[in-house]
């Protein structure tokens, strides 16, 4: 596992993004090493070489491990303050196999797909926003055509893109999950936190704006 690891960040496949909210500067020497390590970890976790292994009640026992895993991470990046993206990858997964198996879909050659798809994600998140993009619509389609046009599919869409959405601050990207929850009204209906979240970024008020707005109303006031 070592020499995989080794590999995964030799070849800069796991990348910790400098920014000056979650991760600057200042913090990143003494973040890296455990960012790094697990990520790299998580990766492996969810790898097609190892989930293809796994067949029948293999395969359950290593999904109850998987959430186990997760758990434990969520606590070291929470008390590392490491915001790993394998987490947020690995609980999308957790997800769609727990609606999958809702409706006696959660067999091998569906859970490679959702490992393919999520993987794509992870490869494409750095440099190519049109194959993000892409990726994100096949998921979503494959998602529908699986479980329907249900309530399973729309909360779970709805959690995915808010993960993604915390994940990615691309334009383009988001631009892409608002036109996939635009096309559905159902789904419009399930994504009151993604559109928060998206409002959050778009409503920023300076203090210049605030005391126009005061000026604003206090002229509209004078003038009655």
Do not use: W
């Not at 590392?80 to 990858?89: P, V």
């Not at 393919?116 to 994100?136: H, T, W």
């Amino acid at each position: 596992m070592f020499n995989k690891i080794e590999r995964l960040i030799k070849n800069r496949e796991i990348i910790l993004e400098e920014d000056d909210i979650r991760n600057p500067h200042h913090t990143i020497e003494y973040k890296s090493p455990f960012y790094f390590i697990v990520d790299a970890i998580l990766r492996l976790c969810t790898s097609e070489e190892l989930f293809s292994k796994f067949q029948g009640k293999d395969f359950y026992e290593y999904i109850n491990l998987l959430k186990t895993i997760t758990k434990d991470s969520l606590i070291i990046n929470e008390d590392l303050a490491i915001y790993s993206k394998e987490i947020f990858t690995i609980q999308q997964f957790l997800d769609i196999e727990k609606r999958l198996n809702q409706v006696n879909k959660s067999n091998s050659e569906n859970i490679l797909k959702i490992i393919e798809f999520l993987l794509n994600q992870i490869k494409n998140s750095n440099n190519n926003q049109g194959a993000l993009s892409d990726n994100i619509i096949s998921l979503s389609k494959f998602l529908h055509d699986s479980l329907g046009d249900t309530n399973n599919y729309t909360e779970l869409i709805s959690d995915i893109f808010v993960g993604e959405i915390k994940k990615q601050s691309s334009e383009t990207y988001r631009q892409t999950l608002i036109g996939i929850i635009l096309e559905n009204p159902k789904l419009i209906s399930k994504s009151y936190e993604f559109i928060t979240i998206i409002l959050r970024g778009i409503v920023k008020p300076t203090i210049n704006d605030i005391r126009n707005n005061l000026n604003n109303i206090q002229n509209s006031h004078n003038g009655c």
